[in-house]
Nanobody
């Protein structure tokens, strides 16, 4: 069992930065791949980026490549999403998720068994 709690969301101007954190409880964190998803109003949940259990590989949706960076600290049971050069279209509720497929960074939300409650990111233009 893994419980996830996101933090770090807020209101920022376009071009600004935010860092989201996702704190996990449970001893299985280091064996889970992790991902960030987001959901804007009236839109489907979208994969943002993922990281393998060891942190050796990451993947991102094209729209955030070069602007967002996902990382993890297994000693702290925490995964991060550094978001730079934010745009209005990045406005959404951001969720972290955990998957037992520890060697893969899947963009399919059905592969993620545990989800946080979400944190709101609003980018003003």
């Amino acid at each position: 069992q893994v419980q996830l709690v996101e933090s770090g969301g807020g209101l920022v101007q376009a071009g600004g930065s935010l860092r989201l954190s996702c704190a996990a409880s449970g001893r299985a964190f280091s064996k889970q791949s992790m991902a960030w998803f987001r959901q804007a109003p009236d839109k489907e949940r979208e994969f943002v980026g993922g990281i393998t259990s060891s942190g050796d590989r990451t993947s991102y949706v094209d729209s955030v490549k070069g602007r967002f960076t996902i990382s993890r600290d297994n000693a702290k049971n925490t995964v991060y999403l550094q978001m730079n050069s934010l745009k209005a279209e990045d406005t959404a509720v951001y969720y972290c998720a955990a998957s037992p497929l520890q060697y893969y960074t899947s963009s399919n939300p059905t592969n993620y068994y545990y989800w946080g409650q979400g944190t709101q990111v609003t980018v003003s233009s």
